[in-house]
């Protein structure tokens, strides 16, 4: 029995059922027994420049040589955490930004969710402190993701960690004007992803974001892009806002900024959150991590985007884009599926019937299973759908893989549940 407590796992089940990834290589992970799959999740949506980049693991590496770990509290700065942030600000959609280093995108949520009140605090209006977030969302397991979980059973069990908080429709801005007006002058920020991720890749309605964007400037309320999953080039621009057209005061991002060779995450401030900290000597943002601005994991993150520019990976984005569209679509025939979402970058949910997911709630997670049987590596979507976010370096070869990898596993699951 595994010593290994894994999240958001069934350890009962889990306990004696690992599945060991030892080595990966582009686009293909290999598991101990030697047994090779498609990496249709890019792991946990992060490994953006795919498996195997050396020149990412020798930039680690020679930066743990010189200096592992050193942090950046109060005056303290390393070279490598001063250039990804020079880096980061300079992709970012909007000019000037301001870095602040977390350890992973959870952290990157609480501290861009403290910041927002932290800056009408500074501002003189300490009574906009709630944020307000969507259904189906997910902003990462620390207390703030966890109390903004628009996936209900993420919140289950927890009782209440912060209570400001406020939810809305995922898709109809006519719940948040409404909000904004009945709570008008308490609301701090609205948090939303551009694509909705670990909901089941959902996307926005036409014209939803102008909209949202609108509301936001209209009622005075900060508006914060977490782009942890679309961050780094996942649409097929360097931040999901740029594609649909978001002008965020926050960013919030992580997961592709290395692509998962060390943990990092950031928040990317405008000029706007700056202006009290930044102009006000005494007011201080008193908040940070160990963590924040690592040079050795900050290393890889230039090492991976300097790779990323390189390789155009996500012009290639761009690119694949059409089609990985055009590889699943043939799925929609396939047994058990309701609908296919893709067109937005290299991201498709493959959704199940919600009749096939009640008679039967353990169907996603078999699907998942006779995936892997198939060769290809998925995760279920808040029970619903399958996930597929790939490395950008997938080839078109790879992605019919995954096709006809899921077409097969659901066949094998629909003869299963027929007989049963
Ligand atoms: C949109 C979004 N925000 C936040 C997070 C949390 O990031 P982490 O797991 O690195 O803490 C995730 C993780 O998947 C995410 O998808």
Redesign the pocket.
Known sequence: MTRLWHPFADMAVVQDAEVVIARGEGATVWDEQGREYVDARGG??YCAAGHGRAEIADAAAAQMRTLAAYDTFERLANRPALDLAERVSALAPFPGGAVFFTS??????DTAAKLARRYWHALGRPDKQVIVHRRH??????AY?TSLAGIPSNREGFGMLIPDVASVSHDDPAELEALFTERAGTIAAFIG?PVI??GGILHPPEGYWATVQELCRRHDVLLIA????TGFGRLGRWFGSERLGIEPDLI?C??SLTSGYL?L?AVIASERIQEPFWTRPGTLFRHGFTYSGHPSACAAGLANLDLMARERLVERVAEMEQILTAAVAPLRSAPLVSEIRSGLGLLAAVELHTDARAADPGIVDRAVHACRDNGVLTRGLAGRALQISPPYVITHAELERVAAGIAAALETVAASAAAA
């Open positions: 946990l949506w992973g995108g959870s952290e990157a949520v969302s997910y902003h990462g397991m620390n993701g992803e991720g670990a977490d782009e942890v999953i919030t992580a997961k943990p995450g």
